[in-house]
């Protein structure tokens, strides 16, 4: 069995969505304070539904607005064309400026540079902005960094800067950071291994309903890692993340109704549970159940194959 580690705040397929709604509600802020270049970007997005839905009234809300601040709006008065990709083209906007030395605000920012939403994709800005939110103790922030960090997204490579970050995102009890301290710590990455003290996190997250840890804890319960061995309770822990749609807990408890562990071989359950992770949009974009190993990987005692360590949200 394989642990699930969030991507918070860089896949977005992964992001909760009100991060990302909190990223855009920063954008219409400094809209409404009349800053012309968010303005635009909303209108834009709205029109485009890039990190919004679709919506032409919206879109054109903000187009208006922006038109009396400038002409960059077509001089009709309507909505600009989308381009060949269906999107509309943006213009290079910084918002870095205009955010101040809210924390909060810096994190949302940060955010939407990270996916490109609504501006230009830019990861080395996105880590300047969460770097001044994590120093002013934004524990959101810190963990998003954490992941750049770890992953060498926007800036050098430092597991170990990681690893301190996450330690101090989980102190203020952000779930993600929890989940992937966790994750560390059961893997050895760049920590000590230590199954009793990640499936503590791993707890804590899950106390907090984070359905990675769940996942997570499915797993430690099914190896018997940290924990003694118990199939019922992984199936259970299986069960409430296949919920929110973990890929990974959805094809482990597929497998556990195929040999009748923790819970009554059901061969249809099986199937009918792999395929729904199979077709799940994963980052490595391949099906869970033709993966073979990866680096995260737990060693298993069980015969039910390794999966990969990252999986998706249907």
Not at 35 to 41: D, G
Not at 228 to 241: G, I, L, S, T, W
Request: glycine content about 10%.
């Amino acid at each position: 069995m394989a642990l699930e580690k969030v991507n918070l705040h860089m896949e977005p397929a992964l992001v909760p969505e009100p991060y990302q709604a909190a990223a855009v509600n920063s954008l219409v802020r400094l809209a409404e304070k009349g800053v012309t270049e968010a303005q635009l970007t909303l209108a834009e997005m709205y029109e485009a539904g890039d990190g919004v839905p679709v919506d032409h009234e919206k879109a054109t809300h903000w187009y208006e607005l922006a038109s009396l601040n400038t002409r960059a709006v077509k001089p009709d008065g309507g909505l600009s064309h989308l381009d060949v990709a269906g999107k509309v083209p943006r213009k290079p906007r910084r918002y870095d400026k205009l955010v101040g030395d809210d924390p909060l605000s810096q994190c949302d920012q940060a955010y939407m540079y990270a996916h490109g939403i609504g501006v230009e994709q830019n990861l080395p800005l996105a880590a300047e902005l969460y770097t001044q939110a994590a120093n002013r103790g934004c524990a959101a922030a810190q963990t998003s960094l954490g992941f750049m960090y770890e992953h060498g997204l926007g800036v050098p490579q430092n597991r170990e800067k990681a690893a301190e970050l996450y330690r101090s995102a989980a102190a203020q009890g952000d779930p993600a950071a929890l989940n992937n301290l966790g994750f560390l710590l059961a893997t050895g990455g760049c920590l000590p291994r230590n199954s009793r003290e990640a499936v503590g996190e791993f707890e804590k997250a899950a106390a907090h309903g984070d359905p990675y840890a769940l996942c997570n804890l499915g797993v430690m319960y099914h190896n018997g890692e940290g924990v003694p061995q118990d199939y019922k309770r992984a199936a259970e822990f299986y069960k409430k993340a296949a919920e929110h749609g973990i890929a990974l807990a959805k094809y482990n408890l597929g497998l556990m109704y195929q040999y009748g562990q923790g819970v009554k071989a059901d061969q249809r359950k099986s199937q009918s549970l792999c395929r729904s992770a199979d077709a799940t949009i994963i980052s490595r974009k391949q099906p869970l159940s033709e993966a073979a190993s990866d680096e995260d990987v737990l060693d298993s005692s069980e015969q039910l194959g390794q999966l990969p360590a990252e999986g998706g949200a249907e």
